[in-house]
């Protein structure tokens, strides 16, 4: 059985989160605010092989209020842990502006504890792109990518990694299909993004290997092979021991 590495779910969704991780290693539990962080930390704990990522995702911006920065800065200090989910999302309120305040402070604190990021971004590409070469975080990837030849050009230049979730297996998500053939190979990670999609989270992820196996003519295996190599890489001292 190779190493099933999973670059971005949310376990804690889950009624048994231990459980959903089983099969996936290492695993990366995003949280999205305050509210879950509790949840990921004890999961983190309690099962090694998942990696917390805590964060506040823009969704979840005015649940937060405004005390969230200096206990997110604590909990990050106080973990072997990784920043995220959290990013840009012009589908969703409160304003871009506002998101983007938010996501520097994130981005900041990640430079300053290098820790890699786990991005989410919906139709806004050029404000992430100007955050980040403005806060240069060393490790980032975007998850369920979907983005322009473009801009994974220039998300690949500033070091970025890429996440493809069960939205490849889906023959009308051409965006996502196109991206991921235009993504250079060492930037490539695979997501069960659990639980957005039925069934156990391995099974989804095993479903998407050979989903872009197929996609990119790949031989049978070896997307778990780059996955967990990339996904080493993009961890970096969090991989230890996971
Ligand atoms: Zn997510």
Redesign the pocket.
Same mark, same amino acid.
């Given at each position: 059985m190779p190493r099933l590495f999973d670059a !971005?779910? @949310?376990f804690q969704e889950f009624p048994d989160p231990a459980d959903a991780a089983a099969g996936l290693r290492p695993a990366v539990c995003?949280s999205?605010g305050p509210s879950d962080w509790e949840a990921v930390r004890k999961l983190s704990e309690g099962s090694p092989s998942v990696v917390p990522f805590f964060g506040l @995702?823009p969704w979840l911006i005015p649940e937060a209020g405004g005390d969230w920065l200096a206990p997110l800065g604590q909990l990050l200090r106080d973990t072997r842990s990784g920043v995220g989910?959290c990013g840009l999302d012009a589908l969703k309120p409160p304003s871009l502006a506002e998101q983007a305040e938010v996501l520097k402070r994130q981005l900041e604190l990640a430079v300053l504890l290098d820790r890699p990021v786990s991005l !989410?971004c919906v139709k806004a590409w050029g404000p992430l792109l100007d955050i980040l070469r403005a806060s240069r975080p060393l490790r980032f990837l975007v !998850?369920?990518y979907s983005g322009p030849a473009e801009v994974t050009r220039e998300l690949a230049a500033l070091g970025g990694y890429f996440s493809f979730g069960p939205a490849i297996l889906d023959e009308r998500r051409v965006k996502a299909r196109a991206a991921l053939a235009e993504v250079p190979r060492e930037r490539l990670l695979f997501e069960s993004?659990a639980p957005q999609a039925n069934g156990a989270p391995a099974e989804i992820l095993a479903r998407v290997h050979a989903g872009a196996e197929g996609l990119l003519g790949l031989p049978a295996g070896s997307a778990a092979e780059l996955s967990a190599r990339n996904g080493a890489e993009f961890l970096g001292a969090l991989a230890e021991g996971r």
């Open positions: !971005h779910n @949310h995003c999205t @995702h989910e !989410h !998850h369920s993004e």
